[in-house]
């Protein structure tokens, strides 16, 4: 995608410099040196959603994807970025199991052991993250060194009892981010025998409320809402559009379920006007999604660019 007219040419060479093979969407909504005067603090998001267990990239089978995701080149542009940037947030949005023979063989362990090396700091369940039972979740919990955050499933009186969280805050260069995540409704998507005793809740006043507190009694400076409730339904399902304009003190939702490519982030007004921003990036680890957000400390006004990048088919091409 071309980038946007307003960036300036150090906004695109720091593009060039972070890519890794594929292309990389753009947008700003003020370029860097209208800004630059202000004491400002910076904030690098990358996130993924549904990776399906996609540990090695596509065969060269002449398909659609050959060639693209893998853990190890997302390693590398991960790396990358970090040496890059000062402060980086790593986020992952539910479906990480189930799709190839890694999650048939070992239930999980691998693609949790992976996230953790990558170092991962929170995630939130997807449907698929019960194909095992909870008791097999369970069983392979402990290799995540990262909270799940699960604050619309309620699992009082199971094995995952006490094993997830509601909502989680991180300090990142003086910012304070806060975090929450919420699943789809797996009735009819899991076998009922595997997600037994856990109850669900109505996303949109639970994320109301942990958004609310995070940002007025845990004074976060940004909230984020991982979400595995699917991009965009026609019917009056609970979508991760229809959160954004049901709900107040949430900045961005981080999408996942629908297997949705965006090519930039959706933007949706909330109930006070104010600009959500919605973003997915579709499934298996073929792209890594970025935001970078600037505050600005003297006004409280925040910046967000996005970019995402097509994870490619050899090292070699990192430029």
């Given amino acids: 995608m071309e980038e946007s007219k307003s960036l300036n040419k150090s906004r695109r060479d720091f593009i060039r410099q972070s890519l890794l093979l594929g292309t990389a969407a753009t947008l700003g909504s003020l370029p860097f ?16 959603n549904d990776v399906h267990s996609h540990i090695e990239p596509f065969p060269m089978d002449g398909s659609r994807n050959q060639g693209l995701g893998g853990v190890a080149r997302r390693s590398a542009l991960i790396n990358r970025i970090r040496q890059e940037e000062k402060s ?7 479906d990480m199991f189930q799709g190839t023979p890694y999650f048939n063989m070992f239930g999980g362990k691998v693609e949790l052991e992976l996230m953790s090396k990558l170092g991962y700091e929170a995630g939130t369940f ?22 799940f955050l699960t604050a619309n499933y309620d699992f009082t009186g199971t094995v995952l009892e006490n094993r997830t969280k509601a909502y ?7 910012l304070r981010i806060g975090l929450t995540g919420v699943g789809i409704d797996v009735t009819g998507l899991v076998d009922p025998n595997n997600h037994k005793g856990m109850a669900y809740l109505d996303p949109i006043p639970v994320v109301n409320r942990i958004a609310k507190m995070l940002k007025e009694d845990k004074k976060c400076d940004l909230v984020i809402c991982l979400s595995h409730l699917g991009y965009k339904y026609e019917d009056n399902q609970v979508d991760d559009l229809k959160l954004a304009a049901a709900c107040r003190h949430v900045d961005i939702i981080l999408g996942g379920h629908t297997h949705t490519f965006l090519h930039e982030p959706t933007r949706v007004r909330n109930l006070d006007g104010r600009e959500v921003w919605v973003n997915q990036m579709g499934f298996a680890g073929i792209r890594l999604g970025r935001l970078d957000v600037v505050f600005n400390q003297a006004t409280g ?11 490619g088919m050899n ?4 430029v």
């Fill in 168 to 174: 989680h805050v991180i300090k990142k260069n003086g």
């Fill in 301 to 311: 006004a925040k910046n967000i660019m996005a970019q995402h990048y097509t994870i």
């Fill in 88 to 94: 980086v947030l790593l986020l992952d949005s539910g």
């Fill in 126 to 147: 997807g449907n698929h993250e019960f194909d095992n039972g909870l008791e097999g979740l369970a069983k392979h919990l402990n290799k995540a060194h990262f909270p």
């Fill in 33 to 48: 040196s209208a800004i630059a005067a202000a004491k400002t603090k910076r904030l690098t998001i990358l996130h993924t």
């Fill in 315 to 318: 090292e070699n091409q990192l």
